[in-house]
């Protein structure tokens, strides 16, 4: 198993591009997820999705776009990329336990810069 | 809302030194718990967990007990290695939670 694979690894762009960066799992998991960790702070949540066809608001979505059209990818657009968005971005993805989330597995990170 | 505070790093021991990680939390009900390891330039990974009150997680020689009537998860190893050199987060899953709240995370380094 992959587990949680994140293309691309790294990427360079200009205020005002667009990119679109993709996770994808092949562990069956219905739960998907996309963090920002900037230096010195935490993770924090974009967006998520429990489930092929639906996506929901995390912490953090303004500026960001989501599809989960199969289950086992999820994309995150940026249409117009701001310096503020240079960070790095990581995708994770879990089962349901008991009526919640269990374990979270990550991908390796997308470092972003946006000049 | 459901919470996660974790003491502030960096914490930096030498190497065979004892090391504690506190965690405390806010939650209604029963959340389960986890701490997660993040190494130089990678993602986060799972170090261990608990699901309910007194349960011990365990994993690479670290441990974390389950504290309901202290709501804490502090993480301890009995002897650290360079190798552990890391940054660790707590987090906890909520009763009906789609989501894992994680705390800021505490930088580990440890000195030859």
């Known amino acids: 198993n992959a587990g949680v694979t994140q293309t691309p690894k790294f990427r360079v762009l200009k205020t005002g591009q667009s990119m679109t960066l993709l996770c994808a799992q092949d562990?069956?998991?219905?739960?998907m997820y996309w963090y920002r960790q900037d230096p010195g702070m935490g993770l924090r949540l974009i967006h998520y999705?429990?489930?092929?066809?639906?996506?929901a608001k995390g912490e953090v979505p303004d500026g960001y776009n989501v599809s989960r059209l199969k289950k086992q990818n999820f994309l995150l657009g940026l249409e117009s990329a701001a310096p503020s968005q240079t960070s790095v971005y990581f995708c994770?993805?879990?089962?349901?336990?008991?009526?919640?989330?269990?374990?979270?597995?990550f991908g390796p990170g997308t470092r972003l810069t946006v000049l | 809302g459901d919470s996660v505070t974790q003491m502030e790093g960096p914490v930096t021991l030498s190497e065979e030194a004892f090391l504690t990680i506190n965690c405390t939390y806010t939650?209604?009900?029963?959340?389960?718990l986890f701490w997660y390891v993040q190494y130089p330039g990678e993602g986060l990974q799972l170090l261990l967990k608990?699901?309910?009150?007194?349960d011990k997680g365990s994993n690479k020689g670290f441990e974390a007990t389950y504290r309901k009537e202290t709501t804490s998860f502090h993480l301890e190893k009995g002897s650290v290695q360079v190798s552990d050199s890391a940054v660790y987060f707590c987090?906890?899953?909520?009763?009906?939670?789609?989501?894992?709240?994680f705390g800021s995370g505490t930088r580990l380094l440890v000195r030859p």
């Open positions: 994770a993805s879990s089962i349901q336990a008991g009526g919640r989330t269990d374990t979270q597995y």
């Open positions: 999705s429990v489930g092929e066809g639906t996506t």
């Open positions: 608990a699901t309910k009150a007194d």
């Open positions: 987090a906890l899953s909520g009763d009906s939670s789609y989501k894992l709240i």
């Open positions: 562990m069956n998991h219905e739960y």
């Open positions: 939650a209604t009900g029963y959340p389960s």
